[in-house]
C-alpha cells in the first residue's frame, strides 16, 4: 500500500570514464576483457527465470577475430516461444499490479549495479562480441544504460504526476495502466542499450516482455539478464529466446495476447512486421501499440561559413566510429567548393591517424564489423566506387577478411547526389560526399530533404545564423534528431531523446517519456461525492 507521495532520486547522466593509458579504469577493464575472451560462455534463454538449453546452439565469434569461439547460445522451437508467451502472461498479473516504487527500485538498482561491479563485464562482453573499442563500449553498454534506467523511473513518475482538474464536488484521476498482454522487443546489435532499454522501458511501466536479442549481441544480452536478476526483477517479466525471428515472430504475432512491439532494426523488417500485424488486427484482444526506430541514411550538410576543419571532425567522428554501425552515422554529405579543399585535406590527415584491429588495443579507433554478411556487402559497394566513373575513393577503399572483419574507413566523392553510397544505407565505415557550388546551396538542402526516403539525424554547419535558420527550416522534416554545428551522432539520454520519421521509425524517442506513455493505457476515474437524484436539468423549467 502506497502511504505517501514520494520523490525518486534526481536522475543524472553517468559520467563517462576516460580510460587514459595508466588509469586504474583502463588496467581493470582490459583485465576482465582478457579474462573473458580467454574463457567460453554457454548463454541459455531465460523462460520464467529458468535458463533453458536446447543443444540447438550457435556460436559467438569476436567479429575482429573471427576464428575463436567465445561461447554458444540456445535456439528456441516453436514451444519454447508458446512458453515464453504463457509466462509473461502468468506474471503479468502480480508484476501489473506491483507499486510503481517497486519497480523504480528495481532499475535504479541495475543502474547502481552497472555503475559498479557490472560495468567492466558489460563492457567487456560488448566489446568482444560487438567489436567496440573502450570508449565506444563505455558510452554505450555502460552510461547509455545506466541513463535509460534513472530517467525513465523521473519521467514514470512525471507521467503520473500529470492529472486532469476536478470540478467542484467532483475527483477526476487517471491511472497509466499497462497494455492488457505481452510486448515483443527485437533488438539490434549495435548498442547494447537499446536491447537493455528496449525490454526494460515496458517493463517498468508494469508490462510483461517476450525479448529476442540479435544473435550477435547475445553475450551482452546474458549479461543484461544477469544484472536484472540481480536488481531483483521477478521471474516472467523479461523472458529471453532465441532462434529463428521468422518462427519466433509468427509464432508471437499469432497470439491475441500480443499488445505491443518495441523494435529497433531494418526498414524492410520493420515495413513487413507492421503489415503482418495488420494482416493479423482482427485476432488481437487491443491494437497493438508499435514502436520503432529502424534504418537512416543520416547526412552532414555544410555552408561556405562553416570552419573546414570543424566540418573535417564532425565526419572523421560521425562516419567512422563503431565502423559506421551507428543508426545515427554519417554516409553522406554535402560540402561547397569553396571550402572543399580544406576540408578534404583536414580528412586525410585525420584518416591517416585513425589506427584500426582488436578493441582489445585501445589506440585503435575502428574495429571491425559484426559479420561476414555485413563485409560483403561494404566491401561490394566500395568495389563498385572503385570501377564507376561517377566516383572517386580518395580515403580507404581497403578491406581484409582473413582474421576479422575490417574495412578501412572509406571516402567517396560522387559526382551525382544520386550516386548508389549518396541514396543506400550501407551501416559501415564509409560516408560519400557530394560537392555542390556555394551559389547553390538552397538547391543542395532539397537534395538532402528529397534524395532518400530516411529522416533520422543530420548535422548543418555555417557561422551564417540567416543560414542557420534556413536550413533548420528548410529541413525540418528530414531529421528526428537535428545537429547544429555538431557531428549527427551521440545523443543522450535526458538531454536530446532519440528517433526519427519517414521510413526511420514512429519517432517515439528512445529515453523519454513519449516512449514510455506507448506502454501504458490510459484510464479515466471520475468519482462523484453528491451524486444527483433529481433527472431534471434547469432549461426544463
Same mark, same amino acid.
Given at each position: 500500500?502506497?502511504?505517501?507521495?514520494?520523490?525518486?532520486?534526481?536522475?543524472?547522466?553517468?559520467?563517462?570514464?576516460?580510460?587514459?593509458?595508466? &588509469?586504474?579504469?583502463?588496467?581493470?577493464?582490459?583485465?576482465?576483457?582478457?579474462?573473458?575472451?580467454?574463457?567460453?560462455?554457454?548463454?541459455?534463454?531465460?523462460? *520464467?527465470?529458468e535458463e533453458i538449453r536446447t543443444g540447438n546452439t550457435k556460436k559467438i565469434r569476436p567479429p575482429h577475430d573471427h576464428q575463436q569461439v567465445v561461447g554458444?547460445?540456445? *535456439?528456441?522451437?516453436?514451444?519454447?516461444?508458446?512458453?515464453?508467451i504463457a509466462t509473461a502472461l502468468a506474471a503479468r498479473q502480480a508484476?501489473?499490479?506491483?507499486?510503481?516504487?517497486?519497480?523504480?527500485?528495481? +532499475?535504479?538498482?541495475?543502474?547502481?549495479?552497472?555503475?559498479?561491479?557490472?560495468?567492466?563485464?558489460?563492457?567487456?562482453?560488448?566489446?568482444?562480441?560487438? %567489436?567496440?573499442? @573502450?570508449?565506444?563500449?563505455?558510452?554505450?553498454?555502460?552510461?547509455?544504460?545506466?541513463? +535509460?534506467?534513472? /530517467?525513465? @523511473?523521473?519521467?514514470?513518475?512525471?507521467? /503520473?504526476?500529470? $492529472?486532469?482538474? &476536478?470540478a467542484p464536488g467532483i475527483w477526476n484521476r487517471v491511472e497509466y495502466r499497462p497494455l492488457e498482454g505481452f510486448v515483443y522487443a527485437i533488438t539490434p546489435f549495435n548498442f547494447t542499450s537499446i536491447a537493455a532499454n528496449l525490454c526494460a522501458a515496458p517493463a517498468l511501466?508494469?508490462?510483461?516482455?517476450?525479448?529476442?536479442?540479435?544473435?550477435?549481441?547475445?553475450?551482452?544480452? $546474458?549479461?543484461?539478464?544477469?544484472?536484472? =536478476?540481480?536488481?531483483?526483477?521477478?521471474e516472467g517479466v523479461i523472458n529471453v529466446i532465441y532462434g529463428d525471428p521468422v518462427m519466433i515472430t509468427d509464432t508471437i504475432l499469432a497470439s491475441p495476447d500480443f499488445a505491443g512491439l518495441h523494435f529497433t532494426g531494418s526498414t524492410t523488417v520493420f515495413k513487413n512486421l507492421w503489415k503482418q500485424i495488420g494482416n493479423n488486427i482482427h485476432t488481437y484482444k487491443t491494437y497493438p501499440r508499435i514502436v520503432g526506430e529502424t534504418g537512416g541514411k543520416d547526412f552532414i550538410w555544410a555552408h561556405n561559413s562553416a570552419n573546414p576543419l570543424q566540418v573535417a571532425t564532425a565526419i572523421t567522428r560521425g562516419a567512422f566510429e563503431y565502423q559506421g554501425q551507428k543508426c545515427s552515422a554519417a554516409s553522406r554529405a554535402y560540402i561547397p567548393t569553396s571550402i572543399w579543399d580544406e576540408v578534404k585535406k583536414q580528412?586525410?590527415?585525420?584518416?591517416?591517424?585513425?589506427?584500426?584491429? %582488436?578493441?582489445?588495443? #585501445?589506440?585503435?579507433?575502428?574495429?571491425? @564489423?559484426?559479420?561476414?554478411?555485413?563485409?560483403? =556487402?561494404?566491401? %561490394?559497394?566500395?568495389?563498385?566506387?572503385?570501377?564507376?566513373?561517377?566516383?572517386?575513393?580518395?580515403?580507404?577503399?581497403?578491406?581484409?577478411?582473413?582474421?576479422?572483419? +575490417?574495412?578501412? #574507413?572509406?571516402?567517396? @566523392?560522387?559526382?551525382?547526389?544520386?550516386? #548508389?553510397?549518396?541514396?543506400?544505407?550501407?551501416f559501415g565505415p564509409v560516408i560519400t560526399i557530394y560537392?555542390?557550388?556555394?551559389?547553390?546551396?538552397? !538547391? %543542395?538542402?532539397?537534395?538532402?530533404?528529397?534524395?532518400?526516403?530516411?529522416?533520422?539525424?543530420?548535422?548543418? /554547419?555555417?557561422?551564417?545564423?540567416?543560414?542557420v535558420e534556413k536550413a533548420s527550416k528548410a529541413l525540418e522534416n528530414a531529421a528526428g534528431n537535428f545537429y547544429i554545428n555538431d557531428k549527427p551522432t551521440g545523443a543522450v539520454v535526458?538531454? !536530446? #531523446? +532519440?528517433?526519427?520519421?519517414?521510413?526511420?521509425?514512429?519517432?517515439?524517442?528512445?529515453?523519454?517519456?513519449? *516512449?514510455?506513455?506507448?506502454?501504458?493505457?490510459v484510464r479515466l476515474i471520475k468519482e462523484t461525492f453528491v451524486t444527483p437524484e433529481d433527472y431534471k436539468y434547469p432549461f426544463l423549467g
Open positions: 500500500m502506497t502511504r505517501g507521495f514520494f520523490n525518486v532520486p534526481k536522475a543524472v547522466n553517468e559520467p563517462v570514464k576516460g580510460y587514459a593509458p595508466g &588509469s586504474k579504469e583502463r588496467e581493470e577493464l582490459l583485465a576482465t576483457y582478457k579474462k573473458m575472451i580467454s574463457t567460453t560462455v554457454d548463454v541459455p534463454m531465460h523462460i *520464467n527465470g554458444q547460445f540456445h *535456439n528456441a522451437d516453436k514451444s519454447h516461444v508458446e512458453q515464453a508484476w501489473s499490479s506491483v507499486s510503481w516504487m517497486e519497480r523504480a527500485s528495481i +532499475f535504479l538498482k541495475a543502474a547502481e549495479l552497472l555503475a559498479g561491479p557490472y560495468r567492466n563485464r558489460m563492457n567487456a562482453a560488448t566489446m568482444i562480441a560487438q %567489436s567496440k573499442n @573502450v570508449h565506444q563500449a563505455e558510452i554505450d553498454a555502460a552510461c547509455e544504460m545506466i541513463d +535509460f534506467f534513472r /530517467f525513465n @523511473v523521473e519521467y514514470m513518475t512525471d507521467i /503520473f504526476k500529470d $492529472q486532469p482538474a &476536478s511501466m508494469g508490462n510483461v516482455v517476450v525479448w529476442k536479442p540479435s544473435d550477435h549481441q547475445a553475450y551482452s544480452a $546474458q549479461v543484461i539478464v544477469d544484472l536484472f =536478476k540481480e536488481a531483483g526483477l521477478p580528412l586525410i590527415s585525420q584518416s591517416n591517424e585513425l589506427k584500426m584491429g %582488436s578493441p582489445e588495443d #585501445p589506440s585503435n579507433f575502428v574495429n571491425a @564489423v559484426i559479420h561476414e554478411g555485413s563485409f560483403d =556487402k561494404i566491401a %561490394s559497394y566500395i568495389d563498385a566506387a572503385k570501377k564507376d566513373a561517377d566516383a572517386e575513393i580518395i580515403i580507404g577503399g581497403n578491406y581484409d577478411k582473413s582474421k576479422g572483419y +575490417f574495412i578501412e #574507413p572509406t571516402v567517396i @566523392v560522387a559526382k551525382s547526389p544520386t550516386y #548508389p553510397t549518396m541514396t543506400t544505407e550501407l560537392i555542390y557550388e556555394d551559389a547553390d546551396w538552397e !538547391q %543542395s538542402l532539397q537534395l538532402v530533404d528529397e534524395s532518400t526516403e530516411y529522416a533520422l539525424t543530420g548535422a548543418i /554547419f555555417s557561422k551564417d545564423r540567416y543560414i535526458g538531454q !536530446q #531523446p +532519440f528517433g526519427g520519421a519517414r521510413a526511420s521509425g514512429t519517432n517515439d524517442k528512445a529515453g523519454s517519456a513519449q *516512449n514510455l506513455l506507448r506502454w501504458t493505457s
